[in-house]
């Protein structure tokens, strides 16, 4: 079975600075995806960022950076340069080729950035 | 602009009232599924659609039904809705990964806030 567990329920950061929001996943499949989606108090999932079990290298989407450690099994989400507009929910996420299309997700972090 | 629409966007109901949240999506995806949202749970898968005609259980299922006659629609139905299904429901679509391609973005819908009293 896929499990993602994220054990921060809520984050502060300071305008500008850099935060990380910690993922950790178990899985037995050799061969994965890790997600990271934001949520907004709109309500809506906003795709931010993936990472396959395989990519040799950290993934990257503008101030949006997953560092892999596979060995670790952990997928930490770091934003640089937090903005106000980065307050939300986010989650990190996990599907297996295993497990078909399924996401199986975390609990989520509510994050607050303050100026 | 490729999507995936959910209908309606917010509805309170009663007990026992029987409801349809509508799922279309615009780019030919073989694979849709329906996720429930909980404070605290993260979200929650409740049905799948492989395809057409081929749906199968998530891990929730219980007091949810769902069909897939076309390719691009899949309703959720709750027969007799009752208030611990009070929740904030999307839908999402992906192509099927199943041949052995790397693992696809899912994309979601915009979410449905359901209260049933």
């Known amino acids: 079975a896929q499990k993602i567990t994220q054990t921060q329920p809520g984050m502060f950061v300071q305008e500008k600075e850099a935060v990380t929001l910690d993922c950790t996943y178990d899985?037995?499949?050799?061969?994965?995806?890790l997600f990271w989606y934001k949520q907004p108090s709109s309500g809506e999932m906003i795709f931010l960022i993936y990472?396959?079990?395989?990519?040799?290298q950290n993934a990257t989407e503008g101030r949006y950076s997953l560092n892999f450690q596979k060995a670790r099994k952990s997928a930490n989400l770091v934003i640089s340069a937090s903005q106000l507009g980065d307050s939300a929910m986010y989650f990190c996420?996990?599907?297996?080729?295993?497990?078909?299309?399924?996401?199986?997700f975390g609990t989520g972090t509510q994050l607050k950035v303050e100026l | 602009e490729a999507q995936v629409t959910q209908n309606p966007r917010y509805l309170i109901t009663v007990t026992g009232k029987k409801l349809t949240v509508t799922c279309s999506q615009n780019?030919?995806?073989?694979?849709m599924s329906w996720y429930r949202q909980d404070p605290g749970l993260g979200l929650r898968q409740i049905y799948y659609?492989?395809?057409?005609?081929?749906?199968d259980k998530g891990d929730v299922p219980e007091g949810y039904k769902v069909s897939r006659k076309e390719k691009r629609n899949f309703p959720l139905i709750l027969e007799s809705p009752s208030p611990n299904q009070t929740s904030l429901y999307f839908c999402?679509?992906?192509?099927?990964?199943?041949?052995?391609?790397?693992?696809?973005?899912?994309?979601f819908g915009p979410g449905t806030r359901l209260t049933v009293t």
């Open positions: 999402a679509s992906s192509l099927d990964s199943a041949s052995g391609r790397p693992l696809d973005e899912q994309y």
């Open positions: 899985t037995s499949d050799p061969s994965y995806g």
């Open positions: 990472q396959g079990s395989y990519d040799q």
């Open positions: 996420a996990m599907k297996t080729t295993g497990g078909g299309n399924k996401l199986t």
């Open positions: 780019m030919n995806h073989e694979y």
């Open positions: 659609s492989m395809n057409v005609e081929v749906t």
